[in-house]
């Protein structure tokens, strides 16, 4: 069972930056695919961002590239994603998910376990 636990949410202006933050409580963190979703209010939970286990590939939705990075500390058990020039578009729900394996997975089904989420509200 693997704890995943969200942090660096909150209020932002348009243009702005966040780094959210996703400690994961296992062992064998490193052995973990790790991907961002986000769910806005009356839409689907949507993928963001995924790292690969060793951090090497990358993969990110269309309407985030070049704007977020998505990272990952296996020494600290913790991946971040750093999100610049937000968008008011880019508010929801931030979610930090993992799963076994070393694919980056797009779909949310393909993931094994979830945070609670953190929430990200960007403002004009």
């Known amino acids: 069972q693997v704890q995943l636990v969200e942090s660096g949410g909150g209020l932002v202006q348009a243009g702005g930056s966040l780094r959210l933050s996703c400690a994961a409580s296992?062992?064998?963190?490193?052995?973990?695919?790790m991907a961002w979703f986000r769910q806005a209010p009356g839409k689907e939970r949507e993928f963001v961002a995924g790292i690969s286990p060793g951090g090497l590939t990358t993969r990110y939705a269309d309407s985030v590239k070049g704007r977020f990075t998505i990272s990952r500390d296996n020494a600290k058990n913790t991946v971040y994603l750093q999100m610049n020039s937000l968008e008011l578009e880019d508010t929801a729900v931030y979610y930090c998910?993992?799963?076994?394996?070393?694919?980056?997975?797009?779909?949310?089904?393909?993931?094994?376990?979830w945070g609670q989420g953190t929430q990200v509200t960007v403002s004009s």
């Open positions: 998910a993992a799963r076994s394996g070393g694919r980056v997975g797009l779909s949310r089904s393909e993931y094994d376990y």
């Open positions: 296992s062992r064998a963190f490193s052995t973990y695919a």
